[in-house]
């Protein structure tokens, strides 16, 4: 037992990297793109500073469209964009397209709820006293609903972390990849074993760092 474990080490480390190096990217990429598509919903909705029903609409088709696929329908979908962006379809880069792809709606939607939690009174008020669209987006939207976007970006963290394991079925590395390859083909249970730890282990000090951010941004 022991010495099985000593074996599967490096691959357990290598495939720990590449999953960590896989959820970088796509978190990345993320936060960059579904922040301001969140706050974009949220603004051109209804009865805000910049309502417009037709980009809310179509923003909203948008997101509902790419969510409503399931990921490993998406990944696959996904191959003939993967290999143009990154000449190829298998590794913790072209893993990453189709993460990238599927956590930005769904980082996007967590952001548009958080905004939906805040207080009307305190966007009327910034708007009675002359802020400029700007100075509401950022002193006012995203400073009063911080608490929530980082524990939206935690979970969205985690859900990736789930993605990853499912695009290691088609040779995108990382610890799904490991497992399959191991612990399912070669009926290796010690593998299977150690990837489900190491797994619970990556989501448990993921969602502890998450709470204590949250927790210390939080000023209401």
Same mark, same amino acid.
């Given at each position: ?11 357990? @480390? ?31 909705? =209804? @009865?805000?500073?910049? /309502? ?5 609409s179509l923003l909203g ?15 696959v979908a996904l191959l ?36 939906? /939690?805040? %207080? ?16 509401? $987006? =950022? ?6 609903? =911080? ?32 497992? $399959? ?7 290796? @249970? ?5 990837? $489900? ?10 969602? $502890?760092?998450? %709470? ?6 939080? =000023?209401?």
């Amino acid at each position: 037992m022991l010495e099985s474990i000593t074996a599967i080490l490096p691959d357990l @480390n290598k495939a720990f990297l590449e999953t960590v190096y896989m959820v970088g990217i796509s978190l990345i990429i993320a936060l960059f793109l579904g922040l301001p598509l969140g706050v974009l919903l949220f603004i051109t909705a =209804k @009865n805000l500073f910049f /309502e417009n029903s037709f980009i809310n609409s179509l923003l909203g088709f948008i997101v509902n469209l790419v969510r409503s696929i399931p990921y490993i329908i998406l990944l696959v979908a996904l191959l003939p964009f993967t290999n143009l962006i990154t000449g190829t379809t298998i590794g913790p880069i072209a893993a990453s397209v189709s993460l990238s792809v599927a956590a930005i709606p769904f980082f996007a939607r967590i952001v548009e709820t958080s905004l939906r /939690e805040i %207080d009307k009174g305190i966007i009327e008020a910034a708007i009675a006293v002359g802020a400029s669209p700007w100075m509401i $987006i =950022k002193d006012v939207l995203l400073a009063e609903a =911080k608490p929530g976007i980082i524990q939206g970006l935690t979970l969205t963290t985690i859900s990736l972390i789930g993605f990853s394991a499912m695009a290691g079925t088609i040779g995108g590395g990382g610890i799904g990849d490991l497992a $399959i390859r191991f612990g399912y083909y070669r009926y290796d @249970n010690t593998v299977m074993i150690l990837t $489900i730890i190491v797994l619970i282990c990556l989501v448990q000090i993921i969602q $502890i760092i998450g %709470d204590k951010l949250s927790y210390l941004v939080d =000023k209401r």
